[in-house]
């Protein structure tokens, strides 16, 4: 699911750009597969990163009680903070290099594009498998 609401999003950003006519539509899709794909691979890197990271404080944490928390909840943060922040930073990056918009609107395209992407892709599959989780135990059951 995850996968299909990436490429769904890529594709559909793709369009968009297509209609407000700031590229063509092979261009534009070149400019989505790029950068949502280069924002995945660095985004996932930083999270995983993150939270090696949080394991290694929580850890330290059994082994030493008086490790402030407040350090953990900041990390915590981070890993939701941080994914859409560098997306939008290659996004508007990426419409430079692709030569597509500047100003205001690259700004704005970049960052709700990047909330889509990363929230979409991410909140949906994981709320789906929430509600299958906590309402059916199997397919076909329900309680």
Same mark, same amino acid.
């Given at each position: 699911?995850?996968?299909? !609401?990436? =490429? $769904?999003?890529?594709?559909? /950003?793709?369009? =968009? ?5 700031? +590229? @063509? ?9 790029? @950068?949502?794909?280069?924002? &995945? ?6 999270? !995983? +990163? ?15 009680? *008086?490790?402030?928390? +407040? ?8 890993? &939701? ?7 939008? !930073?290659?996004? %508007?990056? *990426? ?5 597509? /918009?500047? $100003? %205001?609107?690259? =700004? ?7 909330? !889509?992407?990363?929230? $979409? @892709? ?13 309402? &059916?135990? $199997? ?5």
């Amino acid at each position: 699911m995850f996968f299909l !609401l990436f =490429w $769904g999003f890529t594709f559909g /950003e793709a369009f =968009w750009l297509k209609q407000r006519k700031w +590229a @063509s539509f092979q261009r534009s899709l070149a400019f989505s597969i790029t @950068s949502n794909l280069f924002g &995945f691979f660095v985004g996932s890197g930083v999270v !995983l +990163a993150l939270i090696m990271f949080l394991f290694m404080l929580t850890y330290e944490k059994l082994k030493n009680p *008086s490790l402030n928390e +407040a350090v953990m909840w900041v990390l915590v943060g981070l890993v &939701f903070i941080i994914p859409p922040f560098l997306l939008l !930073l290659i996004k %508007r990056i *990426s419409l430079k290099i692709f030569k597509m /918009e500047t $100003g %205001r609107p690259a =700004w704005l395209f970049s960052l709700i594009s990047s909330l !889509l992407v990363v929230f $979409g @892709s991410a909140l949906v599959p994981s709320a789906f498998l929430y509600i299958y989780l906590t309402y &059916f135990d $199997g397919p076909g059951k329900v309680h």
